[in-house]
């Protein structure tokens, strides 16, 4: 479980636990919060990925296919905003420089035995 949603269902444990005790009035307990709106669109995908994520949904316990398109979405949005130009200059110093190391090695021929 992510930390966040941990955070927010230990909240709303807290405040259930607290109209139990009779020191809260009631009120609605949420575990998720929509960080946007949704917007409708209409997209155009490949036959296989729908295919893929409908097979994912139709499992116990899962969430809708586009719930889960939208999740896939999010993390490869996450993880370009993480990677910083910083990171990426490095990664791509780096194979630089492992590349001009190959090159940079002598050769050793083998003699034919």
């Known amino acids: ?3 966040e949603n941990f955070e927010l ?3 709303s444990l ?6 139990e005790r009779g020191e809260a009035e009631p009120g609605r307990v949420t575990i998720r919060q929509r ?3 949704k917007q409708r669109i209409n997209i155009m995908l490949d036959e ?3 295919k893929y ?4 949904a139709a499992r116990p316990h899962s969430a809708p296919y586009q719930t889960q ?13 993480q990677s910083s130009p910083e990171a990426q200059m490095e990664e791509i ?3 630089i420089a492992v590349k001009v190391a190959q090159r940079l090695r002598p050769r050793t021929q083998r003699k034919a035995a």
Do not use: G, S
Request: hydrophobic letters at 40%; charged letters at 35%; zero cysteines.
């Open 1 to 3: 479980m992510k930390t």
């Open 9 to 11: 269902l230990k909240r």
């Open 14 to 19: 807290e405040q259930a636990l607290a109209y």
């Open 35 to 37: 960080p946007v709106k």
């Open 48 to 50: 296989d990925i729908i």
């Open 53 to 56: 994520f409908k097979h994912r």
């Open 69 to 81: 398109i939208n999740q896939a979405l999010r993390e490869v949005m996450r993880a370009d905003q």
């Open 93 to 95: 110093a780096e194979r």
